[in-house]
């Protein structure tokens, strides 16, 4: 039989608590709750009393080097601008923006 101390058994208790799902629930809401607060709170730190814009792209980084390295690849394997544009789903003139930089988009070479 193991002697168990005070402090060995609430240390257990509040460990499987902390993973019980209300309490994530719990701290996830608060969270959501209080996080655009402190947001603006350090907004207003740092630029007091200035306009701020903030610029979101539609997508990020990676995933516009891969849509470049796709569009490449394609229009290397022989596809019209069109072709490439149906078949990847980007806009035709978005794939002929990205032919007529290439060598300065993408990492890829001018062949």
Do not use: C, F, W
Not at 28 to 43: D, E, F, K, N
Not at 49 to 74: C, F, Q
Request: aromatic fraction near 2%; glycine fraction near 10%.
């Amino acid at each position: 039989m193991t002697a168990h101390t005070t402090s060995g058994v609430l240390a257990e208790v509040a460990r499987r608590a902390a993973n019980h799902p209300t309490i994530e629930a719990a701290v996830v809401g608060a969270v959501r709750a209080t996080l655009p607060l402190v947001i603006q709170l350090v907004l207003r730190e740092l630029y007091p009393g200035e306009t701020l814009r903030l610029y979101i792209p539609k997508i990020g980084a990676d995933t516009r080097a891969d849509r470049v390295t796709s569009v490449l690849e394609a229009l290397d394997g022989g596809s019209s601008a069109q072709e490439v544009s149906k078949a990847l789903g980007v806009p035709v003139r978005t794939v002929r923006h990205i032919r007529a930089r290439r060598g300065t988009i993408g990492g890829k070479p001018t062949p």
